[in-house]
């Protein structure tokens, strides 16, 4: 069937290595650019709010690279199964292509889109583009999926090695007529009274071309010292890449080859493995965002919420430094450092007793990078009740931990200065009592294990 090809961008926002972009290239027809702000399908999350500010400003960015190209970025708003049909029907399309999203609802709906555009004789196919292996190529001989990290990796690495990029084009043959597309604007992703986002603005460039950019500044100036360091919040030696990965700015292949180009990349594309390895499980295990995912957590004896103890420890008012400093890191930037963020959720769910989902949904309000797999699986990780997860007993010591990666103090001075001093405020808990609680409380796990 001839007509334009609808190449619908979502988690992918780039060009370059972009597979569904280059497949509607090589159909030779006239490229209809969509993305569809999607709040109404059952079950798809909706988004939180740094998360909707850096996909206004990743969206701008996007346009304005299609349109110099030939074809404009075509907005449209509503469940996206009807969406893209509407589209398709409205531009008597012949072809629709897409990369593939590994959650439960999405995979549904993308599936039941499929099947029914088909059936109608579109040409629909898929792609590969966000995650280095596909969750179903990864297996234990037993042929089940892992729920351990290194054996995972190591099935991963022994496979064929990631494709490389493909590469960027230069010109796209637009549809003469361009389609009806909503204002950017007017889809008020970005917040307004109050504009909470000025220190988001500070620190993030949303698009393409940052992160590429930010991808070769981290290989040349930074993964040097990425091993030593890594773990320090205050040496800035980690890429900084999470946000654009989550978006697709850049994708994991395009990470990868260039890594292994650079040289000594190991433990970082291990990190690269992590985010995969979340993906694969929030793969098999859809619930993963409010069901343990190992149910003998579900004995777990949570006391009634306290809300002034969640309150203070989002705003970084808990009297415990690096917690602090942490908590205003992310409120301020939309980010946090990964030692920091281990720390911090330690706190929630291990000494003021608090459901890891309180947390997780916080942080999934709050991180510019928040995405279905990673935060959820890391959030269930810290609380012990997830794959692979630190033993719920380990609980991190927030003092100890910040002898040992904030040494010097810089990160708690940056971020939380009142935090030190004379006139420091006392902890919200005592850290010695409410891990004992914490150790008791965890008993009922040991007993439904
Ligand atoms: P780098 O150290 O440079 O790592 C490179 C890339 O590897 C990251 O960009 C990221 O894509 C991936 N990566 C690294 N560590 C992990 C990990 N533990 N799990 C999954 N991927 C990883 N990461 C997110 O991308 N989104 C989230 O919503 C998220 N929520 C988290 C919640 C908690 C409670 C914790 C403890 C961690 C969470 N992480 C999340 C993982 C990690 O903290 C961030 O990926 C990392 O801090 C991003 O900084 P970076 O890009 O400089 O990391």
């Not at 986002?197 to 990425?226: C, N, S």
């Not at 415990?320 to 963020?341: I, K, Q, S």
Request: charged share 25%; with cysteine.
């Amino acid at each position: 069937m001839a007509g334009p090809s609808i190449v619908w961008f979502r988690d992918d926002l780039r060009l370059a290595d972009n597979p569904a972009l280059r497949a509607a290239i090589d159909r030779g027809e006239p490229i209809i650019a969509l993305y569809v702000l999607d709040e109404e399908s059952p079950g798809v999350r909706a988004l939180g709010g740094a998360a909707r500010w850096w996909l206004h400003h990743s969206l701008a960015s996007l346009d304005t690279r299609l349109r110099e190209r030939g074809a404009p970025l075509v907005l449209r708003r509503g469940p996206a199964e009807r969406v893209v049909r509407d589209l398709v029907t409205d531009a008597a399309a012949g072809a629709v292509f897409w990369n593939r999203r590994y959650g439960g609802p999405e995979r549904d709906l993308d599936a039941a889109l499929k099947a029914g555009l088909r059936d109608e004789g579109v040409e629909v196919a898929s792609f590969a583009g966000s995650l280095l292996f596909e969750p179903w190529t990864v297996k234990t001989g037993a042929g089940t999926h892992f729920s351990v990290f290194t054996p995972f990796w190591r099935a991963c690495l022994a496979l064929p090695s990631p494709r490389a990029p493909l590469p960027e084009p230069r010109v796209l043959d637009g549809v003469r007529r361009g389609a009806a597309s909503d204002s950017l604007d007017d889809w008020g992703l970005l917040p307004r009274e109050p504009d909470w986002a000025g220190g988001l603005r500070e620190r993030w460039e949303p698009g393409e071309p940052a992160a590429r950019r930010r991808l070769r500044e981290f290989l040349e100036q930074d993964l040097a010292a990425y091993d030593r360091a890594r773990d320090e919040p205050a040496a800035g030696a980690t890429s900084l890449l999470s946000p654009r990965l989550r978006w697709g700015e850049v994708s994991p292949h395009t990470v990868w080859h260039e890594t292994v180009e650079a040289g000594h990349g190991g433990r970082f594309l291990s990190e690269l493995g992590w985010r995969e390895f979340a993906w694969h499980t929030l793969f098999h295990f859809p619930e993963l965002a409010t069901k343990n995912l190992r149910p003998e957590f579900d004995a777990f004896p949570w006391p009634r919420l306290r809300p002034s103890h969640l309150e203070a420890w989002q705003r970084g008012r808990t009297g415990v430094p690096l917690v602090d400093a942490g908590m205003r890191e992310l409120w301020t930037t939309g980010y946090m450092h990964n030692r920091v963020r281990m720390v911090a959720a330690s706190f929630l769910i291990k000494n003021l007793l608090i459901d890891w989902r309180r947390g997780e949904e916080w942080f999934w309000d709050t991180l510019v990078d928040a995405d279905g797999a990673s935060n959820p699986f890391n959030w269930q990780w810290v609380a012990g009740s997830g794959a692979d997860a630190a033993p719920y007993f380990r609980i991190f010591n927030p003092e100890l931990q910040a002898k040992k990666f904030d040494a010097d103090g810089h990160y708690v001075r940056e971020w939380a200065p009142d935090a030190l001093g004379d006139d420091a405020p006392e902890p919200l808990v005592d850290l010695a009592a409410s891990r004992t609680a914490a150790l008791d409380a965890y008993e009922h796990v040991k007993r439904a294990a």
